[in-house]
């Protein structure tokens, strides 16, 4: 598998409808998203100085969407570390697989809506820094 790194994940557009009723923005798999969505999952009611995340995926592709409010999203590949802040429900964040990531800074009443390239599987999981660095230091 490809070695990945912090600059190959990205902010990006999606679509936004704009008329005096308020924004739509809309999101298709495998157009919008270079993937074939699997899942969806979302954050919510996250208490104020929270972090999630710390974790990584071997395989998962994944995009975050800030349906509402702002938090920031720090990904680390082992080398370089990027934080990213999503606050804009039409930016999401691109992220590929083998990156550490820490999500901090949830406002108030924010929504991190996820969608990912596979189901749910433990195995998939990497939820030990130190065995982190171990996997990415033999790719």
């Excluded at 998203?33 to 710390?54: C, H, M, N, T």
């Excluded at 406002?107 to 969608?115: A, D, N, P, R």
């Amino acid at each position: 598998m490809k070695k990945y790194s912090v600059n190959d994940c990205y902010i990006f557009d999606l679509p936004k409808i704009q008329d005096n009723r308020g924004n739509l923005t809309f999101v298709e798999g495998e157009n919008h998203i270079p993937f074939e969505i699997k899942r969806i999952y979302y954050l919510y009611d996250v208490p104020s100085g929270s972090e999630r995340g710390a974790h990584a995926h071997k395989e998962l592709f994944q995009v975050m969407i800030p349906i509402a409010g702002s938090f920031d999203i720090t990904l680390d590949d082992g080398n370089e570390k990027k934080t990213f802040q999503l606050n804009r429900p039409n930016k999401p964040l691109f992220i590929c697989p083998k990156m550490w990531r820490q999500l901090s800074n949830f406002s108030s009443g924010s929504v991190c809506l996820v969608l990912a390239s596979d189901r749910y599987t433990e195995d998939d999981y990497i939820r030990d820094y130190d065995s982190f660095k171990k996997i990415i230091n033999k790719t």
